[in-house]
Every structure is written in structure tokens, then in C-alpha cells.
């Protein structure tokens, strides 16, 4: 029997469908028993003796992989593989695979809620009813504003459709070009520093990379307007977070919402900030995307363990 370590905290959460194929497939199943993402050292012990990993966001680094000798394939319930030592998986013979479903639409919907609140200060007046207050305060529309889009892939890319009822102008920052899709949608190619200075909303959706790691300090923050906001729905570490708590605390900018921390679960400053809006990583957590998404990881990992 195959045994099979699914680290994702909130595996099977919408459905039970991809529990029950592991199942019908003979597969011992171990649930991470922590409900968050897996340290080092969780990994270390867990990954030890599996053959196959239903992988959340955790760092499978070299020592992890190392440890874990019987394992053959690694499946992401996701897209992002900057978590994964790529190269030495590769030297040791382990597959890796993402879901075939992309999470663009339920990642480009969360940045999009996170706008507005943060905007329209939504969470903050939950927070001042919730404590029998009842005080107002103006915020601004997304309409007619300049989005500046930091990588324009296909998250970017469906932020720029759901989001045509704005009227918005779009920037875009990324290394490939897609003239086509510019042209339709109005959108101008510009450097970051340009789509900083110029944006009413700051939105990252670009991958993580160790060209894209601290892309964004306290120089880049200092570009930014200063009644503008600045979203994260792409991976913490992109933004330098101090630099980030700095520029909201001295009102350098006017907002932030983010999804995605240098260290999840996150736990620091920005919490204390009003202006900011955080949620813990659910960008694809988003029901009918994730079924399907679980169910790809579910079977790329059986094909590779199925004898
Ligand atoms: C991804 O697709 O990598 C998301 O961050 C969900 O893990």
C-alpha cells in the first residue's frame, strides 16, 4: 500500500471526492495533523517514509527531500512551485505536478474583494459595529481609477476582465509582453517604476522567483501616491513586509490588502494596522475551483504511484 502525506490544511474541505479516490486507489492517507502550513522540521519527520505528497505551499527544500527516500511524486494543489527545490527533485528522480485547474478567476475575485474593502474601509466598519460603535468614514471608488497590474499572466490577465466595469485604466509590469491582449484591453506596458508612481491600486501578481524575491522595499514603496493601495494575492517575500508596515504606518500609502506572507501563518505587526486587510492565503480557496483542483492533484500523483 501506497502511503500518502497530504499536507494542504484544508484538503478535502468542499468535498469529499479527492479523500475517496485516494482511498479507492488503496492509498494509506495521513492528514496533516496541524491545520496550517507544515514547518522544516514537520516535514522533515512526516515526508520520512511516503511515497507520494499532496503538497500545500510548505518548503520541500533539499534537506526535506533528502529525508524523504522512498519518495516518487510530489502534487500540488496549486500552480506555484517556488516552494520546491525543482532541480534537486528532478536529480533524484521525484515528479512534480500542479493541478491542472487554475485558481486565476478565485485568486483575480479575492484581489479584487480585497480593492474594495480596503477602498471602501469594509472590514474596518465590520470591526467598529461588531464593537457597538457606529461611526462612518469616506473611502474611495476603484472606478475610473489606474490599476497597475505587477505581472500580467493569467492572473493578471482575468483581474483585467473582471474588473472592465470599472472603467479602469490598466498598467502592466512584466518581462513578456502580451501585445495582443494590450491592445484589447487598453493596457499600457510600462517599467515599475512608472506603474508605482502612477497607480491608484498597486496589485502583485506576479510569480515568485530570485528575480522577483524583494521586488518591492522601501524604494519601490516610496514611488507609490500616497492615497494609493497596495495588494498582495501572490506569494509573501515579494514585498519586503517591514518595509511594508513602514510605509503604512507613516501614511506613505493608503492601504494594503494581503493574502500571502513571508512566513504563514503570519503573525506580526501588520496585524495591528488599521488600514490593511489581511486573509490567510485563500486565494484559491474558492469551492468550485478547489474541487476540481484537489481531484487533478489526487490523480497526477496516482498516476505516477499506480503500479
Ligand atoms: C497556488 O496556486 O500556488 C496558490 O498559492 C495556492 O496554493
Redesign the pocket.
Known amino acids: 500500500m501506497k502511503k500518502v502525506f497530504i499536507s494542504l490544511s484544508s484538503f478535502s474541505q468542499v468535498s469529499d471526492k479527492p479523500l475517496s479516490i485516494l482511498n479507492a486507489n488503496g492509498c494509506e492517507v495521513v492528514l496533516n495533523p496541524y491545520k496550517r502550513k507544515l514547518t522544516k522540521e514537520e516535514c522533515l519527520k512526516h515526508y520520512s517514509d511516503v511515497d507520494g505528497i499532496i503538497a500545500?505551499?510548505e518548503r520541500i527544500d533539499k534537506d526535506v527531500l533528502t529525508v524523504a527516500n522512498k519518495l516518487r511524486v510530489i502534487s500540488?494543489?496549486?500552480?506555484?512551485l517556488d516552494s520546491i527545490d525543482l532541480e534537486y527533485a528532478k536529480t533524484l528522480g521525484i515528479e512534480v505536478y500542479t493541478s491542472q485547474t487554475l485558481?486565476s478567476i478565485a485568486v483575480a475575485e479575492l484581489a479584487l474583494g480585497l480593492m474594495i474593502d480596503v477602498l471602501r474601509h469594509i472590514s474596518q466598519h465590520h470591526a467598529i459595529i461588531k464593537n457597538g460603535e457606529w461611526i462612518k468614514s469616506s473611502g474611495s471608488l476603484i472606478y475610473g481609477k489606474t490599476l497597475g497590474i505587477v505581472g500580467c499572466g493569467r492572473i493578471g490577465k482575468a483581474l483585467v476582465s473582471l474588473t472592465k466595469g470599472f472603467e479602469m485604466k490598466y498598467l502592466a509590469f512584466d518581462q513578456e509582453m502580451d501585445i495582443e491582449f494590450g491592445k484589447l484591453h487598453n493596457i499600457r506596458y510600462v517599467d515599475l517604476s512608472y506603474l508605482l508612481n502612477q497607480s491608484d491600486v498597486v496589485s502583485i501578481n506576479i510569480s515568485k522567483s530570485s528575480d522577483t524575491t524583494d521586488l518591492i522595499g522601501a524604494e519601490e514603496l516610496a514611488m507609490m501616491r500616497k492615497d494609493a493601495v497596495f495588494i498582495n494575492t501572490a506569494r509573501g517575500g515579494i514585498v519586503s513586509e517591514d518595509a511594508l508596515v513602514e510605509a503604512l504606518r507613516k501614511s506613505e500609502i493608503a492601504g494594503a490588502g494581503i493574502d500571502v506572507f513571508d512566513q504563514e501563518p503570519y503573525v506580526g505587526p501588520l496585524t495591528d494596522l488599521e488600514n490593511v486587510v489581511l486573509t490567510p492565503?485563500i486565494?484559491?480557496n474558492a469551492g468550485e475551483i478547489r474541487e476540481r483542483m484537489e481531484i487533478d492533484a489526487v490523480n497526477n500523483l496516482i498516476a505516477v504511484l499506480k503500479p
Open positions: 500545500g505551499t500540488r494543489v496549486g500552480v506555484g485558481p492565503h486565494g484559491s
